[in-house]
Nanobody, 121 residues
Framework: QAQLVESGGGLVQPGGSLRLSCAAS????????IGWFRQAPGKEREGVSCISSKAARTDYAHFVKGRWTVSHDNAKSTATLQMNSLKPDDTGVYYC??????????????WGQGIQVTVSS
């Protein structure tokens, strides 16, 4: 079946960096909008970022504050979230998602299983 798979998570010290990747299996991400979400312990899932090539637009949540960047490689059917200056509050399960409309804010059709990111000294 078609799915998204995240990789690159793990344990990092405060101030460190992680690079998350999202790969499509069973379909292509060409012209899709790609969103990143996270869920911290005891909290609801929240949006991190979204990139849309169709709309030439990239959005970030307020807590990113210029620390992170998102990219999308259509040729490789992969998406990347580069996370720098990580804080303990960034700890949580991170998910990638995609929608065929190619527009951020619209419903997402595919979701990854999630990957753990832990920021601790």
């Amino acid at each position: 079946q078609a799915q998204l798979v995240e990789s690159g998570g793990g344990l990092v010290q405060p101030g460190g960096s992680l690079r998350l990747s999202c790969a499509a299996s069973g379909f292509s991400l060409d012209n899709y909008a790609i969103g990143w979400f996270r869920q911290a312990p005891g909290k609801e899932r929240e949006g991190v970022s979204c990139i849309s090539s169709k709309a030439a637009r990239t959005d970030y949540a307020h807590f990113v504050k210029g620390r992170w960047t998102v990219s999308h490689d259509n040729a490789k059917s992969t998406a990347t979230l580069q996370m720098n200056s990580l804080k303990p509050d960034d700890t949580g399960v991170y998910y990638c998602a995609a929608n065929a409309f190619g527009i951020c804010g619209w419903a997402f059709d595919y979701w990854g299983q999630g990957i753990q990111v832990t920021v601790s000294s």
